[in-house]
Structures are given as structure tokens and as C-alpha cells.
């Protein structure tokens, strides 16, 4: 049977339910939402004279939940044109739509008896063969669906989706017994394909695998808290980004989350899982216990670890819980000597062996924490997973780490670290010794370009399934596909006459090492290959330039120098432009500044549906001066249509510029105009390169020739010269803008006018280009834009001077 999947039902709109909806909606997919109606009208129904049978107050709660999820942050929908596609309707009037739907996922209560009411409801209706699943993250998936049909079962399946499920990548598919394989290979491929969820498969156990693990990590980890007299600011400082793991670590995590959802979750465990070995652990620790009976929940109570107090004034004080008298204090910026010494090391693997075995109070966390959490993954198999990549998937990619438990335990050496859990009293599984004994040294390794893991039954490594259509820059280095590197770029043979390029610098900043690595792809690419992807595996693709070298020039007045950078910048974005072989950019997380003017200036764009994308150079006080603010007038140009308003259009730009708008999605950056139509979007971040190389032999294979420098840009001078000015005069006089913010408005006018010509006229790039320069120059000269910079690069925040 062909599965399509044109229209679902969501049925429950709470938090995850009104999300999932989104989530579909961003997609493209028809939703119809639903929940109960009320049992009483609220003072505002009662002034409207409206009763329990109107239809406003029947979808009151549905609609208010729709409501409180798209006004909430971050958004869960890419656009808010989107919305459009979620119908909203209510149990007792509209459960016969769903015969329409393709699929539909159950997001009620966490109540056997209730769901299993609304299971028996859903089968009058629903047409045979369509897809029923439950997000459900602690019911038994038999147990649901047990007096259900033999097509119902069938047919059945857990859909865990995790919170907030336009972020999080983590799809946990847990099938019934009688669920069809051909069901279980859709859903995992569907969101694999489609949502671009890392998609793991699931044994029906209790909290099914990333729960189960990180909330034992979790638990665990404030065990040791507790014992060693931490902190949480000092817990939070070493338990996030330094070591793989997210920003907002241990207890800020636990605070967003809600820490009644980890109780809950935790408490359930402790109470069926009999024969786990590590049931204690589950226990509430002392801290969770106190703030569990105050309500501290978190965020939503406005309390938890952590607590921010707003003062009269208006400022902010945050205050985190103290651990010995359960009161909270101001929170406190730890100096932590590990970290310190680990400032250094850019590389995330190094970092975490440094980490893990420095002699200090951090250290001897990290080991604990690490030996117990490998020990107890080690014993789940094949208990909750036959293969242990499974759980390093869903760990990683519910929780956000880097790498996952077997993965951190590679990085470590599996035979040196075994040694040292067996000292600290967390002896791993036998089959651990197994492997070790058969002179297999590592869970992972990569053969012939391809990841394997290692396989418990079979004793020997197995091809990790679902990989063929990605490619990971981690199996091409390991591959020896290396073509070219320096400090801050490598390039791969990607296969098919394909390069790679990488950045690798820090937040993947453009400076010189980078522009010499774009320009040597694209010469190698010109010489041998078909092509060029521009595109890496780091946090974010590129936070722009590199500040710090023109930092240093402009307070040393060296306006040659910087001439010479700029200019430089400059010839290498129009050399990807004007490459004589088709050049794909893959921009993912934040591409701003330089990042984002690379981007303008492929000949396609694989952007990453989380796309964080925009010119913001007004930040540090001057104006995009690598063909982004050319780029724009040059956009705004050739995107008239007869009918439109010039200045009104040529307005928009300017002011995405001068208010350093980002986009928050892929989808709003097209409305932006950083991506264009002909730009395309990877939902999933694992196929984006793979993605883009198709694109680049796409555009091969379509006969691609070399483009030619546009001399038709048509710029309107003094009249929108005039539009501008009376703009920033009034934002100036308003005191919305510094004096130095209309001065860096008005040199971007300057350009995005091409000057004070008299009439409208049109231009060659190289024209803008040379405006671009002059006005980068001229603002680099400034006090005050030199002030700005300093404060990026040494406090990490912009100044408005």
C-alpha cells in the first residue's frame, strides 16, 4: 500500500498537541485539531450572551490553545501564513471528520482509561487503514489498543514526539505487537523524510529510550550533586555547550522544561521498572523533592532552580536555589579551573578528554557522572534496544548532546575507561569485556566511507542502517577524502565530482584562512569537479566575520589594510557567483553577516529549515560591505513587477538592513529576501549536504554556464535619497536612533541609492560594490563604531551608542 499523507487529526490541543499540529502545518500537511468542549462559559461568553451550543464556546478551548502556541516563543510555526492550514473543531461535533485524514495522532492526558475511551470513539469513524498513533511517553503502547479492531492494531503505532517538536529532532516510533512492519517503515521514514526528525525505533519499555536514559542521567547527576556540595549556576557552567551538551544544561533545562514533567516521569520509573539494577536512582533527590512539594515547577510557575526577579525599576535580578537551606541567593558565576585551562581547545572531542580527566572538582565530576551513566547504558541493552546506536540517537537527539553515551565513551578509549569505571565501582555489562576481548576496540568505526557500530549478537561490526542518502563530514575524514585544508577550512571529495568545503573556526567566522578556503575550492572545483557545496556539521554556519583582525586595523588607522580586506571579501562572494562550475551554499542555525552574503551569492541556496539568516553589521556600527547590501538593491531590482511601489519595496530592504533584521525560520527568511524561490529547504539536518550535492549535479547535468556580471541594477538616487533621509531624521528627533545609528542609515542609503544621481538610473555591481567599500571604509574611521566592536569581542553583547 502507498502511503501519502495529505491531511491528519490531532487529537488534544495542549502544549505538545497544538505544536504537533504546527509542526504539520509547517510542512505542509492539512490538520484538523480537536479537543473537548467546555462544561461551563466563562464571563466573557456570559457577556456576549452566548450558551454551551454556540460553536465559539464549543471550540473555546482548542482555539485558545492554537492561540497560546502561535503567540508563544519560540514559535512553533515557521510562518504564521501557515496557521491557515490547522482546522480547528471539538470532540462531540467534529470526530466524524477524521474519515478524511491519513493519519491520526492521539495527544490526550496521560490516562489509560481515557484514551482508551477516546480509542473506542476514534473507530466509528475512522475510514480502514489509516494510520492511528499516540504520543503518549509512559503508557504501554499494547496496552492501548488492546480491545481494539485487528485494522485498528495493525495500524497502530506510538508516535513520541519531544517538546518542543519543531526543535527537537528526537521521533521515537514504538510499534503495537500486531502493528505492520510496512506501517513501522512509513512512520519511520515519513519522519525521517518529511518532519526531519532523527527517527529511532523503539521496544515497548517504560519511558521507551531517550526518557529513560536521560532522565536517569539526570537523576543520577543530581545524586552527585548533592553528595559533592555543587552548585547550580557552578552545575550549569560545566554541563552544557563546554561538553557537547545544550545551552541550557542541567537545572535551566529542568526549569524549561517543567520539573513536574521530569518528577512524573521519574516517579513512574522508579515505580514499574523492578528489575533495573539502578531503580534507586529514580528516587527523588532531596533538591527535587523540596522544590516538587513547593511548585517550584520552573518557567511555568515562575519559580524552580533558578528564580528572576523583577524589580520595580524595571532591572532584573536572577537568583538560583541553594542547596543547603533551600532559598534562593543571587545566582553566581562560578570560576571553574577545568574550564579555564579548557578555553583553548576548540575541538569538542579533545575538550571532553581534557575535561573528564583533569584533577580538580569539575573532573571528578565528570567521571562520575560519565562512569555511571556508560554503566547503566551498557545494561539496557538489549533491554530497551538491540543496538546500542539506537540509544545514542535518541539520547542525542531528544536532549540535545553532541554525542551520545557510547559515542562520549568512544571518545574516552572504551579499554582505559573501562579500567577506571571498574576503580570507581561501575563495572560495565559482560558484553562490554566480550568486544574488548575479541580485540575490537571501539562501538563505532568507519569502513570504507561508511559508519558501523557494534553488534551485541552478532560480535562484530555492523553498517549503522538509514545513512546511505546523508553525508557526514565525520565519515569522509575518516574516509581520507581530505582534498585541501588549512587552520579554518577543509575540502572533501564529497563523490560524484562533488567538493566539499567546511569551515572550522570559531562560530565558523569568515576571515582570511576561510576566503582562502572558498577561493581554493572554487579553483579546484573549476579544474576537476562538477561542482561546489559550501556547507559543515558545526553549532551554526557562520556568525560572520572575523572581528577581530579589522578590529585591529581600524584602531591602528590602517585604512589601507582594511581596503584590502574589504576588497578582497568582495572578489571572492562574486567569484562564487561567477564561478565557471555551480556553487550550492547549505546555511544552517545562525548565517549572519559574511555568512549570510555567501549565501546571496550561490547559484542555489540548501538552507536548513531552522535558519537563523540575516545582515547585522549595524550591530558593530557599519554596513554589509561583502556585496549583502549590493545584493539586496540588486533583489529589489530584477523582483519588480509592474504595479509595484519602488520606494515602498526598496524601503523593506533598507530596513532589514539598518534594523539588523534576522529571519527566526528558512521560510520567513524567504519573505526577507535573503532566500529566494528558486532557494530550497532541508527539513532534516543530516540530509542538507546531501541535499545540496544533488542540487550541484542538478545544475551540472542541466548544462550550467558561467554567469555574467549584471549592469542593469536599477537604483533610483535622490529620491529614495530623500525617502531615507526623512526617515532616519524622524526616528533621529524621536530618539528611537542614536546619532551614530543615523549615521550609519544614511551611509546605507547612500548605497542603496547608488548616490545622489539625479534620476533613477541603472548600474553595474562593481558600481555598488565600490559604494559598499567606501562607506565600510569611512565607518571604520568611527569612534564610536570601533566601540561597538569592542564590546562584541570582549563582553559578547552589542552596544547602542
Given at each position: 500500500m502507498?502511503?501519502?499523507?495529505?491531511?491528519?487529526?490531532?487529537?488534544?490541543?495542549?502544549?505538545?498537541?497544538?505544536?504537533i499540529?504546527?509542526?504539520?502545518?509547517?510542512?505542509?500537511?492539512?490538520?484538523?485539531?480537536?479537543?473537548?468542549?467546555?462544561?461551563?462559559?466563562?464571563?466573557k461568553?456570559?457577556?456576549?450572551?452566548?450558551?454551551?451550543?454556540?460553536?465559539?464556546?464549543?471550540?473555546?478551548?482548542?482555539?485558545?490553545?492554537l492561540?497560546?502556541?502561535?503567540?508563544?516563543?519560540?514559535?512553533?510555526?515557521?510562518s504564521?501564513?501557515?496557521?491557515?492550514?490547522?482546522?480547528?473543531?471539538?470532540?462531540?461535533?467534529?470526530?466524524?471528520?477524521?474519515?478524511?485524514?491519513?493519519?491520526?495522532?492521539?495527544?490526550?492526558?496521560?490516562?489509560?482509561?481515557?484514551?482508551?475511551?477516546?480509542f473506542?470513539?476514534?473507530e466509528?469513524f475512522?475510514?480502514?487503514?489509516?494510520?492511528?498513533?499516540?504520543?503518549?511517553?509512559?503508557?504501554?503502547?499494547?496496552?492501548?489498543?488492546?480491545?481494539?479492531?485487528?485494522?485498528?492494531?495493525?495500524?497502530?503505532?506510538?508516535?513520541?514526539?519531544?517538546?518542543?517538536?519543531?526543535?527537537?529532532?528526537l521521533?521515537?516510533?514504538?510499534?503495537?505487537?500486531?502493528?505492520?512492519?510496512?506501517?513501522?517503515?512509513?512512520?519511520?521514514?515519513?519522519?525521517?523524510?518529511?518532519?526531519?526528525?532523527?527517527?529511532?525505533?523503539?521496544?515497548?519499555?517504560?519511558?521507551?529510550?531517550?526518557?529513560r536514559?536521560?532522565?536517569?542521567?539526570?537523576?543520577?547527576?543530581?545524586?552527585?550533586?548533592e553528595?559533592?556540595?555543587?552548585?547550580?549556576?557552578?552545575?550549569?557552567?560545566?554541563?552544557?555547550?563546554?561538553?557537547?551538551?545544550?545551552?541550557?544544561?542541567?537545572f535551566?533545562?529542568?526549569?524549561?522544561?517543567?520539573?513536574?514533567?521530569?518528577?512524573?516521569?521519574?516517579?513512574?520509573?522508579?515505580?514499574?521498572?523492578?528489575?533495573?539494577?539502578?531503580?534507586?536512582?529514580?528516587?527523588?533527590?532531596?533538591?527535587?523533592?523540596?522544590l516538587s512539594?513547593n511548585?517550584?515547577?520552573?518557567?511555568?510557575?515562575?519559580?524552580?532552580?533558578?528564580?528572576m526577579?523583577?524589580?520595580?525599576d524595571?532591572?532584573?535580578?536572577?537568583?538560583?536555589?541553594?542547596f543547603?537551606?533551600?532559598?534562593?541567593?543571587?545566582?553566581?558565576k562560578?570560576?571553574?579551573?577545568?574550564?579555564?585551562?579548557?578555553?583553548?581547545?576548540?575541538?569538542?572531542?579533545?575538550?571532553?578528554?581534557?575535561?573528564?580527566?583533569?584533577?580538580?572538582?569539575?573532573?571528578?565530576?565528570?567521571r562520575?557522572?560519565?562512569?555511571?551513566?556508560?554503566?547503566?547504558?551498557?545494561?539496557?541493552?538489549?533491554?530497551?534496544?538491540?543496538?546500542?546506536?539506537?540509544?545514542?540517537?535518541?539520547?542525542?537527539?531528544?536532549?540535545?548532546?553532541?554525542?551520545?553515551?557510547?559515542?562520549?565513551?568512544?571518545?574516552?578509549?572504551?579499554?582505559?575507561?573501562?579500567?577506571?569505571?571498574?576503580?570507581a565501582?561501575?563495572?560495565?555489562?559482560?558484553?562490554?569485556?566480550?568486544?574488548?576481548?575479541?580485540?575490537?576496540?571501539?562501538?563505532?568505526?568507519?569502513?570504507?566511507?561508511?559508519?558501523?557500530?557494534?553488534?551485541?549478537?552478532?560480535?562484530?561490526y555492523?553498517?549503522?542502517?538509514?545513512?546511505?542518502?546523508?553525508?557526514?563530514?565525520?565519515?569522509?575524514?575518516?574516509?581520507?577524502?581530505?582534498?585541501?585544508?588549512?587552520?579554518?577550512?577543509?575540502?572533501?571529495?564529497?563523490?560524484?565530482?562533488?567538493?566539499?568545503?567546511?569551515?572550522?573556526?570559531?562560530?565558523?567566522?569568515?576571515?582570511?584562512?576561510?576566503?582562502?578556503?572558498?577561493?581554493?575550492?572554487?579553483?579546484?572545483?573549476?579544474?576537476?569537479?562538477?561542482?561546489?557545496v559550501?556547507?559543515?556539521?558545526?553549532?551554526?554556519?557562520?556568525?560572520?566575520?572575523?572581528?577581530?583582525?579589522?578590529?585591529?586595523?581600524?584602531?591602528?588607522?590602517?585604512f589601507d589594510?582594511?581596503?584590502?580586506?574589504?576588497?578582497?571579501?568582495?572578489?571572492?562572494m562574486?567569484?562564487?557567483r561567477?564561478?565557471?562550475?555551480?556553487v550550492?551554499?547549505?546555511?544552517?542555525?545562525?548565517?549572519?553577516?559574511?555568512?549570510?552574503?555567501?549565501?546571496?551569492?550561490?547559484?542555489?541556496?540548501?538552507?536548513?529549515?531552522?535558519?537563523y539568516?540575516?545582515?547585522?553589521?549595524?550591530?558593530?556600527?557599519?554596513i554589509?560591505?561583502?556585496?549583502?547590501?549590493?545584493?539586496?538593491?540588486?533583489?529589489?531590482?530584477?523582483?519588480?513587477?509592474?504595479?509595484?511601489?519602488?520606494?515602498?519595496r526598496?524601503?523593506?530592504?533598507?530596513?532589514?538592513?539598518?534594523?539588523?533584521?534576522?529571519?527566526?525560520?528558512?521560510?520567513?527568511?524567504?519573505?526577507?529576501?535573503?532566500?529566494?524561490?528558486?532557494?530550497s529547504?532541508?527539513?532534516?539536518?543530516k540530509?542538507?549536504?546531501?541535499?545540496?550535492?544533488?542540487?550541484?549535479?542538478?545544475?551540472?547535468?542541466?548544462?550550467?554556464?558561467?554567469?555574467?556580471?549584471k549592469?542593469?541594477?536599477r537604483?533610483?538616487?535622490?529620491?529614495?535619497?530623500?525617502?531615507?533621509?526623512?526617515?532616519?531624521t524622524?526616528?533621529q528627533?524621536?530618539?528611537?536612533?542614536?546619532?551614530?545609528?543615523?549615521?550609519?542609515?544614511?551611509?546605507?542609503?547612500?548605497?542603496?541609492?547608488?548616490?545622489?544621481?539625479?534620476?533613477?538610473?541603472?548600474?553595474?555591481?562593481?558600481?555598488?560594490?565600490?559604494?559598499?567599500?567606501?562607506?565600510?571604509?569611512?565607518?571604520?574611521?568611527?569612534?564610536?563604531?570601533?566601540?561597538r566592536?569592542?564590546?562584541?569581542?570582549?563582553?559578547?553583547?552589542?552596544?547602542?551608542?
Amino acid at each position: 500500500m502507498r502511503r501519502t499523507i495529505k491531511k491528519i487529526a490531532v487529537l488534544g490541543s495542549g502544549i505538545m498537541g497544538s505544536r504537533i499540529a504546527c509542526h504539520f502545518a509547517n510542512i505542509g500537511v492539512e490538520v484538523l485539531l480537536l479537543d473537548i468542549i467546555p462544561k461551563s462559559i466563562n464571563e466573557k461568553e456570559k457577556q456576549k450572551n452566548l450558551t454551551l451550543q454556540d460553536q465559539a464556546v464549543r471550540n473555546r478551548i482548542v482555539n485558545e490553545a492554537l492561540e497560546s502556541a502561535l503567540n508563544s516563543t519560540p514559535s512553533p510555526i515557521y510562518s504564521t501564513d501557515f496557521a491557515s492550514r490547522i482546522t480547528t473543531g471539538n470532540f462531540e461535533d467534529d470526530l466524524p471528520k477524521i474519515a478524511s485524514c491519513d493519519w491520526i495522532i492521539e495527544v490526550i492526558i496521560e490516562n489509560l482509561e481515557i484514551k482508551q475511551g477516546l480509542f473506542e470513539k476514534v473507530e466509528q469513524f475512522r475510514k480502514k487503514g489509516t494510520l492511528i498513533t499516540s504520543n503518549t511517553s509512559g503508557i504501554p503502547i499494547h496496552l492501548m489498543a488492546d480491545s481494539r479492531s485487528a485494522d485498528f492494531q495493525e495500524c497502530f503505532a506510538g508516535s513520541h514526539f519531544f517538546n518542543p517538536p519543531r526543535y527537537l529532532r528526537l521521533l521515537e516510533i514504538i510499534p503495537g505487537p500486531n502493528t505492520l512492519q510496512e506501517n513501522v517503515d512509513f512512520l519511520m521514514d515519513y519522519g525521517d523524510r518529511f518532519l526531519g526528525k532523527e527517527t529511532v525505533l523503539c521496544k515497548d519499555t517504560p519511558a521507551f529510550i531517550a526518557n529513560r536514559i536521560g532522565v536517569y542521567a539526570i537523576m543520577a547527576a543530581i545524586h552527585t550533586i548533592e553528595k559533592m556540595g555543587l552548585g547550580v549556576s557552578e552545575v550549569d557552567k560545566m554541563t552544557g555547550t563546554v561538553i557537547g551538551r545544550a545551552k541550557s544544561a542541567t537545572f535551566r533545562t529542568l526549569d524549561v522544561v517543567g520539573l513536574d514533567t521530569t518528577v512524573h516521569v521519574a516517579n513512574n520509573l522508579h515505580k514499574v521498572l523492578e528489575h533495573d539494577e539502578s531503580r534507586d536512582t529514580f528516587k527523588l533527590p532531596k533538591s527535587v523533592q523540596v522544590l516538587s512539594e513547593n511548585e517550584w515547577y520552573g518557567d511555568k510557575s515562575g519559580k524552580g532552580f533558578f528564580h528572576m526577579i523583577r524589580h520595580e525599576d524595571g532591572k532584573k535580578e536572577l537568583k538560583e536555589i541553594d542547596f543547603q537551606t533551600y532559598e534562593y541567593k543571587p545566582a553566581e558565576k562560578p570560576k571553574i579551573k577545568a574550564l579555564e585551562k579548557a578555553k583553548g581547545i576548540d575541538n569538542l572531542k579533545e575538550r571532553i578528554r581534557f575535561l573528564v580527566n583533569f584533577d580538580d572538582t569539575a573532573g571528578e565530576f565528570y567521571r562520575a557522572t560519565f562512569y555511571d551513566l556508560f554503566r547503566y547504558c551498557s545494561f539496557r541493552i538489549p533491554e530497551i534496544a538491540d543496538e546500542l546506536y539506537r540509544i545514542d540517537q535518541a539520547v542525542s537527539a531528544g536532549f540535545g548532546w553532541e554525542y551520545g553515551p557510547f559515542e562520549n565513551w568512544d571518545i574516552l578509549g572504551v579499554k582505559e575507561t573501562v579500567s577506571k569505571m571498574e576503580q570507581a565501582g561501575e563495572k560495565p555489562a559482560a558484553w562490554v569485556y566480550e568486544m574488548l576481548e575479541a580485540g575490537i576496540p571501539s562501538f563505532y568505526t568507519v569502513e570504507k566511507g561508511k559508519r558501523h557500530y557494534y553488534d551485541i549478537s552478532d560480535k562484530a561490526y555492523k553498517e549503522v542502517p538509514g545513512l546511505e542518502e546523508f553525508i557526514l563530514l565525520d565519515t569522509l575524514k575518516a574516509a581520507n577524502r581530505k582534498v585541501w585544508s588549512n587552520e579554518g577550512a577543509s575540502i572533501y571529495d564529497m563523490g560524484n565530482d562533488v567538493l566539499g568545503l567546511e569551515f572550522h573556526t570559531k562560530m565558523n567566522s569568515l576571515g582570511q584562512e576561510v576566503v582562502e578556503g572558498i577561493n581554493t575550492a572554487i579553483s579546484t572545483a573549476e579544474k576537476s569537479y562538477k561542482g561546489l557545496v559550501i556547507g559543515n556539521e558545526g553549532a551554526n554556519f557562520s556568525a560572520g566575520a572575523n572581528l577581530a583582525m579589522l578590529y585591529m586595523f581600524a584602531g591602528d588607522r590602517d585604512f589601507d589594510e582594511i581596503d584590502v580586506m574589504i576588497a578582497q571579501f568582495q572578489k571572492t562572494m562574486m567569484r562564487a557567483r561567477y564561478s565557471s562550475v555551480p556553487v550550492v551554499v547549505a546555511p544552517h542555525n545562525m548565517a549572519l553577516g559574511g555568512g549570510c552574503e555567501l549565501s546571496l551569492h550561490a547559484d542555489k541556496v540548501q538552507a536548513h529549515a531552522e535558519l537563523y539568516m540575516g545582515l547585522v553589521e549595524v550591530g558593530v556600527g557599519l554596513i554589509p560591505a561583502g556585496g549583502g547590501t549590493k545584493e539586496m538593491v540588486l533583489r529589489f531590482s530584477k523582483n519588480l513587477v509592474s504595479g509595484d511601489v519602488e520606494l515602498n519595496r526598496l524601503q523593506e530592504s533598507f530596513m532589514n538592513i539598518a534594523t539588523a533584521k534576522v529571519s527566526t525560520s528558512a521560510e520567513e527568511a524567504k519573505g526577507l529576501g535573503y532566500l529566494e524561490q528558486k532557494d530550497s529547504i532541508s527539513l532534516n539536518r543530516k540530509r542538507q549536504l546531501a541535499e545540496a550535492k544533488q542540487k550541484v549535479l542538478m545544475l551540472f547535468d542541466a548544462g550550467y554556464s558561467q554567469p555574467i556580471e549584471k549592469k542593469d541594477i536599477r537604483v533610483l538616487g535622490k529620491i529614495s535619497l530623500a525617502l531615507f533621509e526623512a526617515g532616519i531624521t524622524g526616528m533621529q528627533y524621536g530618539h528611537y536612533i542614536s546619532d551614530h545609528d543615523a549615521k550609519i542609515a544614511r551611509k546605507l542609503a547612500w548605497v542603496m541609492s547608488g548616490g545622489d544621481l539625479s534620476a533613477p538610473t541603472e548600474v553595474s555591481e562593481s558600481f555598488l560594490l565600490e559604494l559598499e567599500r567606501e562607506a565600510f571604509l569611512s565607518l571604520t574611521g568611527e569612534q564610536k563604531t570601533l566601540e561597538r566592536i569592542h564590546s562584541i569581542l570582549f563582553k559578547g553583547k552589542p552596544l547602542r551608542n
